[in-house]
T-cell receptor, first 114, second 114 residues
Framework: GAVVSQHPSWVICKSGTSVKIECRSL??????MFWYRQFPKQSLMLMAT?????????EQGVEKDKFLINHASLTLSTLTVTSAHPEDSSFYIC??????????FGPGTRLLVL | AQSVTQLDSQVPVFEEAPVELRCNYS??????LFWYVQYPNQGLQLLLK??????LVKGINGFEAEFNKSQTSFHLRKPSVHISDTAEYFC????????????FGKGTTLSVSS
């Protein structure tokens, strides 16, 4: 149980285009999901907290107009990187909060912007 | 505010040797504690968690951790490691309050060689 999927696992795009990443909780409902970014050899950096049916809460320094988050249902949150640039290239990981504050993580999406 | 310190950035060990990955946390409120493992190019997998009760927590893959409140530590141990245990290990803490985010340590790279 407690499986979280992400799609796509890999994406390569041209600079200036937008990319949408989906995060799904497959066997449980998650009112809260989280989006992280991870640079090579580093820990996870929390970008935003996504709550079903309400606006996401962004961490300081994260541009909300750049990283659009939509949590339209109890099993799906999406992250859209708008007008992507090479510096947005990174590993993006989502997590969904289950019972007793336990977070279950997706497999990650590697974004490469050319 | 909470913080997590993983005292070793890299831990090299030989196969079948015991290993301990150290984690200390600071918090003025009660917390839940977690250990996650990350294999290359993958998301995070929950190894074990401490919520309450017995301070010795057993997880998957033969790992266990002990919660020590007086020393504010949550060290991860395995009596005999395998090559397949080579990965990045993250200690994390969360306040016992709904809606808050995980606070991660910087990670420890466990390298198991034959």
């Amino acid at each position: 149980g407690a499986v979280v999927s992400q799609h796509p696992s890999w994406v390569i795009c041209k600079s200036g285009t937008s990319v949408k990443i989906e995060c799904r909780s497959l066997d449980f409902q998650a009112t809260t999901m989280f989006w992280y970014r991870q640079f090579p050899k580093q820990s996870l950096m929390l970008m935003a907290t996504s709550n079903e049916g309400s606006k996401a809460t962004y961490e300081q320094g994260v541009e909300k107009d750049k990283f659009l988050i939509n949590h339209a249902s109890l099993t799906l949150s999406t992250l859209t990187v708008t007008s992507a640039h090479p510096e947005d290239s990174s590993f993006y990981i989502c997590s969904a909060r289950g019972i007793q504050e336990t977070q279950y993580f997706g497999p990650g999406t590697r974004l490469l912007v050319l | 505010a909470q913080s997590v310190t993983q005292l070793d950035s890299q831990v090299p060990v030989f196969e079948e040797a015991p290993v301990e990955l150290r984690c200390n946390y600071s918090s003025s409120v009660s917390v839940y504690l977690f250990w996650y493992v990350q294999y290359p190019n993958q998301g995070l997998q929950l190894l074990l968690k401490y919520l309450s009760g017995s301070t010795l927590v057993k997880g998957i893959n033969g790992f266990e951790a002990e919660f020590n409140k007086s020393q504010t530590s949550f060290h991860l141990r395995k009596p005999s490691v395998h090559i397949s245990d080579t990965a990045e290990y993250f200690c994390a803490v969360i306040r016992r309050q709904a809606g808050t985010a995980l606070i991660f340590g910087k990670g420890t790279t466990l390298s198991v060689s034959s």
